[in-house]
C-alpha cells in the first residue's frame, strides 16, 4: 500500500510530465522539496530535489545504470530490437564501466577543456555570422536563426557532418530522443523511424570518411574502429549519433532558455550588455536558472548501499532532479532570482561523475561567445510572441522563440 507521502509524490511526478509542468516545473518542485531532498514514488523508486544529496549521489560510482529493467517494465524487453531505443540505450550514456571507461576514453581527448578553447575563434566567427543574418530582419524566430544552427555547425564541423546535411537532424533528433521523456508504443514507434534514418545516414557517412579521411572525429574514430580496434561499427554509428545529437539538442535549450531568461530580466541583461566579463558566471546563472536538462538517467544500487546516512537497498532506483537541485534554497540564495555574478556551488546541470557531461566545456564557450554578442549586437532585443516549449522535462528547452530584433549596434 502506498503512504499518503508516496500517493501525493506520484500525483505531483505525474504533473511534471504534463504540458504545464514541463514548461515551467519549478512549481512542482517547490512542492517536492516540502518532503526533503529526497521523496519516495509508490514503486519504491527515489526522488531526488536537494542539490547536496544529488551531487553525492552522481559522484557515487556505486550507482550504475540498469536501464534494461526500466524498459522492460515500460512494455519493451525487446528493446534493442527497437532502433528508437537501441541507439540511446546502448550508447556510453547508459553504459556502465569497463564499457563506459572504454568508449569514454575514444573521445574524451577531443573535448578537454584544452582542445575547446581552441575552438573559441571559430565559434565567434559563426556566431557574428548568424547575428549578421538576423540584422533588419524584424522580427525573428530564435530557435531557427541561432539556437540551433550556432551548435549544430559547431558539432557539424568536429564531427564532419556536412553542412547541406544537418539541418535534416533537428526534427529527426527531436522525435528520437523523445523516449528520454516518454516510453510508450507510439513515442518509441516514431523514434525507430527517426534512429534508423540517423542510423543509415551515419553508417554511410563512416564508410566514407574510411575510404577518405578527413581532419574531423568522424574520421579519428573510423580509423580505430573495426575487428582490431577499440570499438566496433554499431558503436561506432551509436557514437556518432550521441555526440551530434548531444553536441546540438542540449546546447540549443542553453540558448533559447538563457536568452528568454535575459529578456525577461532587463536588469540582468543590461548587466551583461555592459560588462561582457560577466560571461563566464552568467553562463553558469543561466545553466542553473532553467537547465536544458533536468532529469538524468535513472541510476540504480546493484546491492544495498550506504551513502552519507542514508541506506539504500538493493535494487533502489534513483531519479535526480537537476532543475529541482539547482533551485535549492539550501545551497542558492534566494534560487528563483537570476544574478548573473552569483558565485559558489556550480549548477548541476551537467551532473556529475563517471557521466559528467563529456561537452560541458564546449557547451559553457558557446553560451560565454553567444551571449554578450547577441545583446550587445541588438540594444533592443525583446520577446515578440509566446515561447513554445518542447516536448520533454529531460531535455528541457524551447522549439520557438519569436524575439524582435530592433536597432542593431
Ligand atoms: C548546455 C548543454 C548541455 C547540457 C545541459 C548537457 C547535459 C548533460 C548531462 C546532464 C549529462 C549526464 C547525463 C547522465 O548522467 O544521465 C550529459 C552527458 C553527456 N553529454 Fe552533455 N550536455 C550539454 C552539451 C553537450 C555537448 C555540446 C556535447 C557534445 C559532445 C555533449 C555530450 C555529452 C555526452 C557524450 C554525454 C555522455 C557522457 C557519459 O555518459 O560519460 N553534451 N550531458
Redesign the pocket.
Known amino acids: 500500500m502506498a503512504t499518503d507521502t508516496e500517493t501525493r509524490v506520484a500525483q505531483v511526478v505525474a504533473a511534471l510530465t504534463e504540458p504545464a509542468g514541463k514548461a515551467d516545473p519549478y512549481p512542482l518542485y517547490r512542492v517536492l522539496r516540502e518532503f526533503g531532498p529526497a521523496t519516495q514514488l509508490p514503486d519504491g523508486t527515489l526522488v531526488v530535489s536537494g542539490y547536496r544529496l544529488a551531487t553525492a549521489l552522481?559522484r557515487d560510482h556505486r550507482l550504475l545504470?540498469r536501464l534494461e529493467r526500466t524498459l522492460a517494465a515500460a512494455g519493451f524487453p525487446d528493446w534493442q530490437q527497437r532502433p528508437g531505443l537501441r541507439l540511446v540505450f546502448t550508447?556510453?550514456?547508459?553504459?556502465n564501466p569497463p564499457d563506459?571507461t572504454r568508449l569514454?576514453r575514444l573521445?574524451s581527448g577531443s573535448?578537454t577543456a584544452r582542445r575547446v578553447a581552441g575552438l573559441r575563434a571559430a565559434i565567434e566567427r559563426i556566431s557574428a555570422e548568424l547575428i549578421a543574418e538576423m540584422s533588419g530582419s524584424g522580427t525573428v524566430d530564435f530557435v531557427d536563426a541561432f539556437a540551433f544552427p550556432l551548435?549544430v555547425t559547431?558539432?557539424g564541423e568536429l564531427l564532419g557532418v556536412p553542412a547541406p546535411d544537418r539541418a535534416r537532424f533537428q526534427p529527426l533528433v527531436r522525435t528520437w530522443t523523445a523516449v528520454l521523456d516518454r516510453l510508450d508504443e507510439d513515442t518509441v514507434a516514431a523514434a525507430d523511424t527517426a534512429a534508423a534514418e540517423i542510423a543509415d545516414y551515419l553508417s554511410d557517412l563512416v564508410v566514407r570518411r574510411r575510404a577518405q579521411p578527413r581532419d574531423d572525429l568522424l574520421s579519428a574514430l573510423a580509423a580505430e574502429s573495426g575487428p582490431e580496434g577499440g570499438l566496433d561499427d554499431d558503436e561506432l554509428v551509436t557514437m556518432a549519433a550521441?555526440?551530434f545529437a548531444?553536441?546540438?539538442e542540449?546546447?540549443t535549450?542553453?540558448l533559447a532558455n538563457g536568452l528568454r531568461a535575459l529578456l525577461d530580466h532587463p536588469d540582468q541583461a543590461r548587466a551583461l550588455r555592459a560588462d561582457p566579463d560577466l560571461a563566464v558566471t552568467a553562463t553558469e546563472e543561466l545553466?542553473r536558472y532553467d537547465?536544458?536538462?533536468q532529469v538524468?538517467?535513472s541510476r540504480t544500487a546493484p546491492e544495498e548501499l550506504r551513502i552519507g546516512d542514508r541506506v539504500l537497498p538493493a535494487g533502489q532506483r534513483v531519479i535526480t532532479l537537476?532543475g529541482a537541485a539547482n533551485r535549492d534554497p539550501e545551497v542558492f540564495d534566494d534560487p528563483d532570482a537570476l544574478r548573473l555574478d552569483r558565485a559558489g556551488e556550480p549548477p548541476?546541470?551537467?551532473?556529475?561523475?563517471?557521466?559528467?557531461?563529456?561537452?560541458?566545456p564546449?557547451?559553457?564557450l558557446?553560451?560565454q561567445v553567444a551571449f554578450p554578442a547577441l545583446l550587445r549586437a541588438f540594444p533592443d532585443l525583446a520577446q515578440a510572441g509566446p515561447a513554445v516549449s518542447r516536448a520533454g522535462l529531460a531535455l528541457h528547452g524551447l522549439t520557438k522563440l519569436p524575439v524582435a530584433v530592433g536597432r542593431t549596434h
Do not use: D, N
Open positions: 552522481v545504470k550508447s556510453m550514456l547508459v553504459r563506459h569514454r573521445v573535448f551548435p559547431v558539432i550521441l555526440l548531444a553536441g546540438f542540449t546546447t535549450g542553453l545553466l537547465s536544458p536538462v538524468l538517467t537537476l548541476l546541470s551537467f551532473g556529475g561523475g563517471l557521466h559528467y557531461c563529456l561537452g560541458a564546449l557547451a559553457r558557446e553560451g
